[in-house]
């Protein structure tokens, strides 16, 4: 069973920064693309970040382009997110989601269940 | 950046009834196109992707349709387990972008 489970979440003063991670297990981690979708009541669903399976190439929002990394350790089934900068509007719901294919992401046919960042101006 | 539009924002139905969800690109997507349902406190799930092609699992009663600029979401026959927001989101170009969400409504 494919599952993935967000952690690193919480309280965070804006300027400051939080390590999301994506544990996932139940499929071949190494041979899918992943990527971070946020949501806000005010903006709905948001694609931020995809990475390939090999970790090689990263996509990124302009939103958080210079300010978000995403990455991966592929011997750990791990998917992370770092987000420096932090400001009031990154305030979401964080979700890992697993891609379609290893390259590019098309669909997303699996997520997580959520990781709440907050963060205090 | 490719804009995408669903309307309605909110769609009373009653349980049975068939309804029809609409989701415009503001360019040429092709059929790159995806479908999530989304309950409340739960994650997205996918029902369709390439416009029409249903995900592993879900009901026949899901279709969906279009190409281009202009695609449909239809539930035939709508069941209690279906009233929830619907999203669209092209995967035509970087980034992928999301629709702002049809929420289903019990009438």
């Known amino acids: 069973e494919v599952q993935m489970l967000e952690s690193g979440g919480g309280l965070v003063q804006a300027g400051g920064s939080l390590r999301l991670s994506c544990a996932a297990s139940g499929f071949t981690f190494r041979s899918y693309a992943m990527s971070w979708v946020r949501q806000t009541p005010g903006k709905g669903l948001e694609w931020l970040s995809t990475i390939g399976g090999s970790g090689v190439s990263t996509y990124y929002a302009d939103s958080v382009k210079g300010r978000f990394t995403i990455s991966r350790d592929n011997s750990k089934n791990t998917l992370y997110l770092q987000m420096n900068s932090l400001r009031a509007e990154d305030t979401a719901i964080y979700y890992c989601?697993?891609?379609?294919?290893?390259?590019?992401?098309?669909?997303?046919?699996?997520w997580g269940q959520g990781t709440l960042v907050t963060v205090s101006s | 950046e490719i804009a995408m539009t669903q309307s309605p924002a909110t769609l009373p139905v009653s349980p049975g009834e068939r309804a029809t969800l609409s989701c415009r690109a503001s360019?040429?997507?092709?059929?790159?196109l995806a479908w999530y349902q989304q309950k409340p406190g739960q994650a997205p799930r996918l029902l369709i992707y390439g416009a029409s092609t249903r995900a592993t699992g879900i009901p026949a009663r899901f279709s969906g349709s279009g190409s281009g600029t202009e695609f449909t979401l239809t539930i035939s026959s709508l069941q209690s387990e279906d009233f929830a927001v619907y999203y669209c989101?092209?995967?035509?170009?970087?980034?992928?972008?999301f629709g702002q969400g049809t929420k289903v409504d019990i009438k």
């Open positions: 989601a697993r891609g379609s294919d290893e390259y590019y992401h098309f669909w997303s046919d699996y």
């Open positions: 989101q092209q995967y035509k170009n970087w980034p992928r972008t």
């Open positions: 360019q040429s997507v092709s059929t790159d």
